[in-house]
């Protein structure tokens, strides 16, 4: 469970002005355990704990699309739950704040999930 | 006898002209309005101001937008004016969510269709009942508008992310609603059309009739509003609306705002168009434009919408910024 990196960038996305918490210079990439699961409107969030190099762990607020939009496409409340280990890649907060709007989900048996509404 | 193929002057660029942009994936399309004052050149795109360069026959324009991340780029679009025509090239600069790769533009003549050739009328002329899925053509997203005083000290003190309405489950009303890309569903009775907008939960009321709104009915954010044909285009105007902001970039809308929307349907009926232009001189010098563009969908269903603010709350609490919240109420609504 570390934060892998970094990678190029591409996708888009979400309903609400992010710009403002988020920045699209870089895309990262974080492998963790679900702390908590918020799968409401106006959008869905995830609490992520991710291992440091250090044997600590940090905790990741992760932000997705509205629940209409992701239900619409089989992203479901049940399908990512509390405990489970995903990776998660997406555009981090500003100021090295331990955010990040979500792009795509990988989930341990493979499944993966993109949060990718039209323009 | 030789053909004598005359070159454009600068003063040609002057007017209102009608720009198309084809991204790899979807065509664009805006109002560009070019003037002269003096010796500047000053041009505007759906109401906002972009910069403008020209040199005898070419033409350099940079027009603000943004993505739906909120990530703000510039599109560069040069070219040359022959024919009465302008076409060039141009590419996106700056960091954005969504990519686009370099492609063609162009420009005509705004065309002033006469609408006295249809004569308005209250009935209903156009089939628009059903459930429409929104497409990503036609709009620029142009980003920055031309405000009046009062419409700049007010964005000078909105705070992105906390004043905005819908993060704390606020309905973010008429224009934003319209452009956004949730599904919507019109139904048609006697003498109104009902919009539900998948996104809130949202229910708008056009009435066809005479109807007007009560001495004591609020102002909305879904405002009162009319409709009117005039051939088979739907023109609603909004009035009777409730402070809000325009988009999520924080500009306002006043309650003396009257929005403008002009819907046509495809020959085919499967294909919906809207342009959205809003008039409010207490905050805009021009009037800012948007377009959207819809699909009939029937194969999909407007689904339920519950809203809850925790997500907006609790972490303001947690990052300790309850206090400068609730210090800023009077700045929001």
Redesign the interface.
């Given at each position: 469970m570390f934060v892998v990196g970094y990678l190029f960038?591409?996708?888009?996305?979400?309903?609400?002005?992010?710009?403002?918490?988020?920045t699209?210079?870089k895309i990262i990439k974080l492998n963790g355990n679900v702390k908590q699961v918020?799968f409401?409107?106006?959008?869905?969030?995830y609490l992520l704990t991710v291992g440091t190099s250090e044997d600590k762990s940090e905790t990741w607020?992760l932000?997705g699309s509205?629940?209409?939009?992701l239900?619409?496409k089989g992203w479901t409340k049940d399908i990512i739950s509390m405990g489970d280990n995903i990776i998660v890649e997406g555009?981090p907060g500003h100021n090295g704040r331990k955010m990040l709007?979500i792009i795509r989900v990988t989930l341990s048996d493979g499944t993966v999930l993109i949060d990718r509404?039209?323009? | 006898m030789p053909c004598l193929l005359l070159k454009a002057n600068e003063l040609d660029f002057e007017g209102r002209w009608i720009v198309s942009l084809q991204d790899n994936k979807r065509t664009l399309v805006g109002l560009l309005e070019i003037e002269k004052n003096n010796q500047d050149w000053k041009a505007y795109l759906e109401g906002g101001p972009v910069e403008i360069k020209i040199k005898e026959n070419e033409i350099e324009i940079l027009a603000d937008s943004?993505?739906?991340?909120?990530?703000?780029f510039n599109r560069r679009l040069s070219g040359s004016l022959e024919d009465n025509k302008i076409q060039g090239r141009y590419q996106q600069e700056g960091?954005?969510?969504?990519?686009e790769a370099p492609g063609p533009w162009s420009a005509i003549r705004e065309q002033i269709s006469d609408l006295s050739v249809e004569s308005p009328s209250k009935t209903k002329s156009a089939d628009l009942t059903g459930i429409w899925t929104?497409?990503?053509e036609l709009?620029f997203?142009k980003y920055s508008m031309t405000l009046t005083q009062d419409g700049k000290d007010w964005l000078d003190s909105y705070l992105?992310?906390y004043d905005?309405p819908?993060?704390r489950?606020t309905s973010i009303g008429l224009p934003a609603l319209v452009t956004?890309?949730?599904p919507f569903e019109i139904l048609y009775s006697n003498e109104r059309l009902t919009f539900l907008y998948?996104?809130q939960a949202k229910v708008r009321r056009i009435w066809t009739n005479d109807e007007k709104p009560s001495s004591f009915m609020t102002s909305s954010r879904m405002g009162f509003s009319n409709g009117i044909w005039e051939g088979n285009e739907l023109v609603i105007k909004t009035r009777l609306l409730e402070k809000t902001v325009r988009d999520?970039?924080g500009e306002l809308i006043s309650e003396n705002a009257l929005i403008e929307e002009r819907y046509s349907i495809s020959d085919d009926g499967e294909t919906l168009t809207a342009l959205i232009i809003v008039d409010d001189p207490d905050n805009y010098e021009r009037r800012p434009i948007r377009r959207r563009q819809w699909v009939r969908n029937s194969s999909?269903e407007i689904?339920?919408?519950?809203?809850?603010?925790?997500?907006?709350y609790i972490?303001m609490y947690e990052d300790g910024e309850m206090q400068m919240y609730i210090d800023r109420s009077p700045l929001r609504f």
């Amino acid at each position: 469970m570390f934060v892998v990196g970094y990678l190029f960038s591409g996708v888009t996305h979400s309903h609400h002005s992010f710009t403002s918490e988020f920045t699209a210079e870089k895309i990262i990439k974080l492998n963790g355990n679900v702390k908590q699961v918020w799968f409401r409107n106006p959008h869905v969030r995830y609490l992520l704990t991710v291992g440091t190099s250090e044997d600590k762990s940090e905790t990741w607020d992760l932000r997705g699309s509205p629940v209409v939009w992701l239900a619409r496409k089989g992203w479901t409340k049940d399908i990512i739950s509390m405990g489970d280990n995903i990776i998660v890649e997406g555009y981090p907060g500003h100021n090295g704040r331990k955010m990040l709007s979500i792009i795509r989900v990988t989930l341990s048996d493979g499944t993966v999930l993109i949060d990718r509404a039209p323009e | 006898m030789p053909c004598l193929l005359l070159k454009a002057n600068e003063l040609d660029f002057e007017g209102r002209w009608i720009v198309s942009l084809q991204d790899n994936k979807r065509t664009l399309v805006g109002l560009l309005e070019i003037e002269k004052n003096n010796q500047d050149w000053k041009a505007y795109l759906e109401g906002g101001p972009v910069e403008i360069k020209i040199k005898e026959n070419e033409i350099e324009i940079l027009a603000d937008s943004r993505d739906v991340r909120g990530f703000v780029f510039n599109r560069r679009l040069s070219g040359s004016l022959e024919d009465n025509k302008i076409q060039g090239r141009y590419q996106q600069e700056g960091t954005a969510a969504q990519k686009e790769a370099p492609g063609p533009w162009s420009a005509i003549r705004e065309q002033i269709s006469d609408l006295s050739v249809e004569s308005p009328s209250k009935t209903k002329s156009a089939d628009l009942t059903g459930i429409w899925t929104a497409t990503q053509e036609l709009d620029f997203r142009k980003y920055s508008m031309t405000l009046t005083q009062d419409g700049k000290d007010w964005l000078d003190s909105y705070l992105p992310y906390y004043d905005q309405p819908d993060v704390r489950c606020t309905s973010i009303g008429l224009p934003a609603l319209v452009t956004y890309s949730f599904p919507f569903e019109i139904l048609y009775s006697n003498e109104r059309l009902t919009f539900l907008y998948e996104y809130q939960a949202k229910v708008r009321r056009i009435w066809t009739n005479d109807e007007k709104p009560s001495s004591f009915m609020t102002s909305s954010r879904m405002g009162f509003s009319n409709g009117i044909w005039e051939g088979n285009e739907l023109v609603i105007k909004t009035r009777l609306l409730e402070k809000t902001v325009r988009d999520f970039r924080g500009e306002l809308i006043s309650e003396n705002a009257l929005i403008e929307e002009r819907y046509s349907i495809s020959d085919d009926g499967e294909t919906l168009t809207a342009l959205i232009i809003v008039d409010d001189p207490d905050n805009y010098e021009r009037r800012p434009i948007r377009r959207r563009q819809w699909v009939r969908n029937s194969s999909t269903e407007i689904f339920p919408y519950s809203c809850d603010p925790d997500s907006f709350y609790i972490p303001m609490y947690e990052d300790g910024e309850m206090q400068m919240y609730i210090d800023r109420s009077p700045l929001r609504f």
